[in-house]
């Protein structure tokens, strides 16, 4: 194929760049050439920026397109109608366009609606995904929309994954957000690229939960440490106590939902995509890789993701005190 990547040299693009070059395809990237622009010299780059600068785009054909970086309907629209004739689109959004979360949504819940009119993609980033897709598919009616949760693996430039292997590596006394049983789920980006490429040559459309199946927060963090190695000792600790302490769900502690209103988004089933050919590797794997990742020094400089140490260890002594 003739395939278009919108991006592909920061995270899930670039893992779909490598598999589609394995598989033998022909790949073009559009992008701004800001994000390690001497990525893949092999490939034929278009430098511009979807927001106005879109000359070297214009009217050009491929067989498949992959949209990995639109976030605003009106920049996903620009971009559509700057190019020509196109087989087959993907667009990559996000399991966060439900309305909601409070049960694992389903392909067919209820989205998110804009409330007022914005482009601002950080303060309304499901609301403009529901948009996106909205756009994409009056332009492809037969686009294939994967929606992923967390997605995790070698690249990442958030540690929102990334910071359980590394810590678990490191050992000790490993704070854990109870219960043990919560609902943990994520989607190893070389698989996501996987199928996105496959999707492509098999031209798959609709629209999919894209994310493995979901296990508990105690079998996943078990898992990694087994993958990484170390002798980390996992301590539990209550939720209100963690909040107490000022530790914020998400980012700063990965993988922990506290808020009722989130309590479905890390069950979701992934059946229809996986009846649709999605297929993942143990979550044990994706740490060992994502260490030997950030070992080598490839790992970004700033991270936005991850308990501080200190604040780990003074949670910890005043956790393991009241007990």
């Known amino acids: 194929m003739q395939l278009l990547v919108l991006g592909g040299t920061k995270f899930l693009g670039r893992h779909v760049v490598e598999f589609a070059l394995e598989r033998g395809h022909e790949v073009t990237l559009f992008n701004r050439g800001e994000t390690r622009p001497?990525?893949?010299?092999?490939?034929?780059r278009l430098r511009g920026d979807r927001d106005g600068k879109l000359d070297a785009l214009r009217g050009r054909s491929f067989d498949a397109v992959v949209d990995t970086s639109g976030y605003v309907p009106r920049v996903v629209r620009e971009?559509?109608?700057?190019?020509?004739?196109?087989g087959h689109y993907t667009f990559v959004s996000?399991?966060?366009?439900y309305a909601d979360?409070?049960?694992p949504p389903t392909e067919s819940s209820p989205l998110l609606q804009l409330a007022e009119p914005t482009e601002d993609w950080r303060q309304a980033y499901g609301e403009l995904k529901v948009l996106c897709e909205a756009t994409v598919r009056a332009a492809f009616p037969a686009?294939?929309?994967?929606?992923?949760?967390?997605?995790?693996g070698p690249w990442d430039p958030t540690g929102r994954f990334s910071y359980?292997?590394?810590?678990?590596?490191e050992g000790g006394r490993v704070l854990a957000p109870a219960p043990p049983d919560a609902p943990a789920q994520v989607i190893d980006a070389r698989d996501l690229a996987a199928w996105i490429v496959l999707a492509a040559e098999t031209e798959l459309a609709g629209t999919f939960n894209a994310v493995d199946r979901s296990t508990s927060l105690s079998e996943l963090l078990a898992a990694c440490a087994e993958a990484v190695g170390g002798d980390a000792e996992l301590v539990w600790v209550a939720p209100q106590f963690l909040s107490d302490e000022g530790v914020g769900e998400w980012m700063e502690l990965p993988l922990w939902l506290h808020d009722p209103s989130y309590a479905g988004m890390l069950a979701v089933d992934p059946a229809p995509a996986f009846a649709?050919?999605?297929?993942?590797?143990?979550?044990?794997?994706?740490?060992?890789?994502t260490l030997a990742w950030l070992e080598a020094g490839d790992g970004p400089a700033d991270v936005e993701a991850g308990l501080a140490r200190?604040?780990?260890?003074?949670?910890l002594d005043a956790w393991l005190s009241k007990a």
């Open 101 to 103: 979360c409070s049960t």
């Open 310 to 315: 200190d604040k780990e260890l003074r949670i």
């Open 79 to 86: 971009t559509i109608e700057a190019l020509g004739p196109v």
């Open 143 to 152: 686009a294939f929309v994967p929606r992923p949760g967390l997605i995790a």
């Open 94 to 97: 996000t399991i966060s366009v």
């Open 164 to 169: 359980w292997p590394q810590r678990l590596a």
């Open 38 to 44: 001497e990525l893949f010299p092999e490939v034929e």
């Open 276 to 289: 649709a050919g999605l297929v993942t590797r143990p979550i044990g794997e994706t740490a060992r890789d």
